[in-house]
């Protein structure tokens, strides 16, 4: 005798973990905490692994490239829309299945790089598979966006949206900030282990436990309306690749029918204004002029608080004022903080890394005059590796650390202002029909222009030092301005001819 199958009342008595997707309340807080497991990680590689590779003496060279290369897979990620668009399983959610799958991935990458220390000889090691980790985490972000699209109510997708920027801004502090409190030792908290402060595989721990509690706790319990296949996709193989044809062919159009989205190509590709006071620079310049991790956590944790609260003033001014003239401007003012950091660095003698200035005058090289200051006053950078004290603890504070502080807060408040205006005015070069896989081309260029700029001032710093990279990049920085004049009329939708 077949056994009757349950009736919906009882499967969902069963249930012990609500469907979020189910209310607008849960909705919300469903895509705030996907994006919460987007952060954690970034925020984990960015920061945290730069601050100890470089105080475990790896070279700034070697720092940019491994920051640069964070931003790879990103720039990529648009080859994912169609495949996640394509290649789905009702049975298990279409959507809900990649979220699962690559948070599960970007699980087991991080767990991989566990055993090996961050040190110069496992560079190339850990690059390599954190740039696996991050092509998972690109391709998690196309099926959020594409469950956002599916399920949030015309209603609700301004405060949704928020909501998600505000959540990847948590999670980049919990993989960031948060994690170099526990690594320098919390002292307010009764628990010993939280004092003395954690090690690096408990920190990894800690990253992977995070994203692992989202997954159980919200992806887990997801239940997605089905999707329906046309008739292409029930055709098999060769139809679904038609498809995919078609596709592709519509979004090229939307690039090169019109003048004004061709330039927003070159746009994308460009720096946005200065980037070194937001990348690897930032955090190997403040390991230099003393900053412990939790000087460095607390500069990440209020940089990163103001940022968000600017992007959405940014978008609020450039929708009365006008994005691309607001746009000119933000991206004008993020030069003023980068020069005068170069100034004062170079004023204070911060000019070539430590390693780089001992080793040029132990060489016989000639060094420029500020590094030899450096190389007077400066301890090896083994030394540096185990200082936890404060730099703004003792009683003759390093007037360059004031400085420093104030420069990277100002500039990631303005480069705000920046991120908030120019999402909107991508998001009017994109054709409507097609508009998911040309934004994200869009942001993925945009996250190219992110991995050579790290490249190349990672070598600058070593080659040049500090001052002359920061005046570098704050002046290449502008040269995006002269694109926007060519960016005002709004593209035409292409034609697409009927089958």
Known sequence: MKK?????????????????????????????????????????????????MKRAGVGDAEIGFFSGSLFLP????????????????????????????????????????????????????????ILIHNTFAATQDVAIDALACQVLQEP?????????????????????????????????????????????QAAYVFVVGCIMLVTVLVALPLCEPQRERNARQHGGSNSAVDELKDYLKVTL???????????????????????????????????????????????????????????????????????????????????????????????????????????????????????????????????????SESVFGGAEVPRIAHVFWWAVVLFMGLQGLVFGTRTAVFMRLSNPDVAATQFTAYMSLMNLAYFYSGWWQGHAIERWGYPTTLYLDGALGLVCIAVLPMMRERPAAPVVSQE
């Open 4 to 52: 009757r199958p349950a009736s919906p009342s009882a499967r969902e008595g069963e249930m012990r973990l609500p469907n979020l997707l189910a209310s607008r309340w849960g909705r919300l807080m469903a895509f705030f905490f996907l994006y919460v497991t987007e952060g954690i990680p970034f925020g984990f590689t960015s920061l945290t692994m730069v601050i100890l």
């Open 74 to 129: 990103w720039s990529w990620k648009w080859v994912m829309g169609p495949i996640v668009d394509l290649l789905y399983s009702n049975r298990i959610g279409a959507r809900r299945g990649w979220i699962i799958g690559t948070q599960i991935m970007m699980v087991l990458t991080l767990l991989m790089c566990m055993p090996f220390e961050l040190a110069s000889e496992n560079l190339g090691l850990i690059t390599a598979v």
């Open 156 to 200: 609700e997708r301004g405060l949704a949206n928020g909501l998600m920027f505000a959540g990847q801004t948590l999670g980049i502090s919990l993989g960031g900030a948060c994690v170099l409190f526990l690594l320098d030792g919390i002292d307010w908290t009764g628990i010993a282990a939280l004092r003395d402060g954690i090690n690096i």
């Open 253 to 387: 159009r939307s690039f090169v029918n019109s003048r004004v989205a061709l330039f927003g190509v070159v746009f994308a590709l460009l720096p946005h204004g200065a980037v070194a006071l937001n990348h690897a620079l930032q955090r190997t310049a403040a390991v230099e002029i003393g900053f412990s991790d939790g000087d460095v956590a607390s500069l990440a944790l209020v940089s990163s608080l103001l940022f968000a609260l600017m992007c959405v003033l940014g978008g609020v001014l450039s929708d009365r004022l006008g994005r691309l003239k607001c746009l000119a401007v933000f991206v004008s003012l993020l030069a003023l903080p980068t020069f005068w950091c170069a100034y004062q660095m170079e004023r204070e003698g911060v000019v070539l890394p430590q390693g780089v200035a001992a080793a040029g005058a132990d060489g016989g090289e000639q060094t420029p005059e500020g590094a030899r200051e450096v190389t007077e006053r400066a301890e090896p950078v083994a030394s540096v590796a185990t200082e």
